[in-house]
Nanobody, 114 residues
Framework: VELVQSGGGTVPAGGSLRLSCVCSGFTFSDYKMGWFRHPQGKDREFVAAINWSGSSAIYGDSVKGRFTISRDNAKNTVYLQMNNLKPEDTAVYFC????????WGQGTQVTVST
C-alpha cells in the first residue's frame, strides 16, 4: 500500500493550492479517504474526508467553506483544493486511508505567508 502526495508549497494569504494523493496497493474505490494536517508545535488536525464514491464529504470546522476534497476513482487519486488560504493553514498535510492502523502519505508542506 502506498500513498504518494504532490502539490503544496508557499503562497500568500488569500491564495490557492491543490494537493494530490495517488494511491496504489489496494482497491482505492472501496475506501474512504482523508486529509489531515500537522502544524508545527501543535497536534495533528483533521481536515477533510470523503466516502468511497465521492458523494459525501465532511470537513474540519477551520476549513469549511474554503477547502474541497474530491476523488477520481479511475485515477486512484484524492485531491484537496484549498482556497482563501490563511497563515494558520500553514502545516504539513497528509493523506490517509483507514487500512489496518492507518496508512499515510509522505506529507507535504503548505506555507501561507502574510
Amino acid at each position: 500500500v502506498e500513498l504518494v502526495q504532490s502539490g503544496g508549497g508557499t503562497v500568500p494569504a488569500g491564495g490557492s493550492l491543490r494537493l494530490s494523493c495517488v494511491c496504489s496497493g489496494f482497491t482505492f474505490s472501496d475506501y474512504k479517504m482523508g486529509w489531515f494536517r500537522h502544524p508545527q508545535g501543535k497536534d495533528r488536525e483533521f481536515v477533510a474526508a470523503i466516502n468511497w464514491s465521492g458523494s459525501s464529504a465532511i470537513y474540519g470546522d477551520s476549513v469549511k467553506g474554503r477547502f474541497t476534497i474530491s476523488r477520481d476513482n479511475a485515477k486512484n487519486t484524492v485531491y484537496l483544493q484549498m482556497n482563501n488560504l490563511k497563515p494558520e493553514d500553514t502545516a504539513v498535510y497528509f493523506c490517509n486511508v483507514d487500512i489496518g492502523s492507518g496508512i499515510w502519505g509522505q506529507g507535504t508542506q503548505v506555507t501561507v505567508s502574510t
